[in-house]
């Protein structure tokens, strides 16, 4: 089956500095990687996506990059701000919408100092 | 509530019992899934469906069971609850190719 690492499990930064958290897949029949954002005591909530056919995709101050042929992607926010302190975590899933579930990362504690 | 009601919130459990949580979504989604969360760790999937009378095993099925007699409902039932079992559960849906929605989560702890 398919098998996600995510590094780093914790990473500080100052506000206002960029953030950068990657993901390893083993699946290359993977097809749909998703990146979700959990607050303490929250639910997780899907924060951006790509498909395996886009390299990559941005949605304000959150990107992700995807590549196929290392089998990586990779998460960036810029202009990082304290309400984006929480877990992330990466996903990964060969079935395009997930029909058969996600595997997910371990997470990634991200900490954003004043 | 992201479309997606789960009960309880929580719940303390003593070795031995049994105890089914309750997940129910009014998004008329076909997939629906079950994940636990353990301290520190990403979510693992216990069960999942992709529509009424069709269900089949994730990554950690042991000691659980489901059924899907609805497109709406997805119970989850825990027989013998092991020490092992304590964690937080997910509920959670999605349609083809679109976001999982998940539940607020049941905190569970078997004592």
């Known amino acids: 089956g398919e098998n996600v690492e995510q590094h780093p499990s914790t990473l500080s930064v100052q506000e206002g500095d960029s953030a950068v958290i990657k993901c390893t897949y083993s699946d290359s029949a993977s097809n749909y990687f998703p990146w979700y954002k959990q607050e303490l005591g929250k639910r997780p909530q899907l924060i951006i996506d790509?498909?395996?056919?886009?390299g990559e995709k941005k949605d304000q101050r959150i990107a992700v990059t995807l590549n196929k042929t290392a089998k990586h992607f990779s998460l960036h926010i810029t202009e990082t701000q304290p309400e984006d302190s929480a877990v992330y975590f990466c996903?990964?899933?060969?079935?395009?919408?997930?029909?058969?579930?996600?595997?997910f990362g371990k997470g990634t504690h991200l900490i954003i100092q004043p | 509530n992201a479309g997606v009601t789960q009960t309880p919130k929580f719940r303390i459990l003593k070795i031995g019992q049994s105890m089914t949580l309750q997940c129910t979504q009014d998004m008329n989604h076909n997939y629906m899934y079950w994940y636990r969360q353990d301290p520190g760790m990403g979510l693992k999937l216990i069960y999942y469906?992709?529509?009424?009378?069709?269900?089949d095993k994730g990554e950690v099925p042991n000691g659980y069971n489901v059924s899907r007699s609805t497109t709406e409902d997805f119970p989850l039932r825990l027989e013998l609850a092991a020490p092992s079992q304590t964690s937080v559960y997910f509920c959670a849906h999605s349609n083809r190719g679109t976001e999982a929605f998940f539940g607020q989560g049941t905190r569970l702890t078997v004592v």
């Open positions: 469906s992709v529509g009424a009378g069709i269900t």
């Open positions: 790509i498909r395996s056919n886009v």
């Open positions: 996903a990964a899933t060969r079935s395009g919408g997930g029909a058969d579930g996600l595997t």
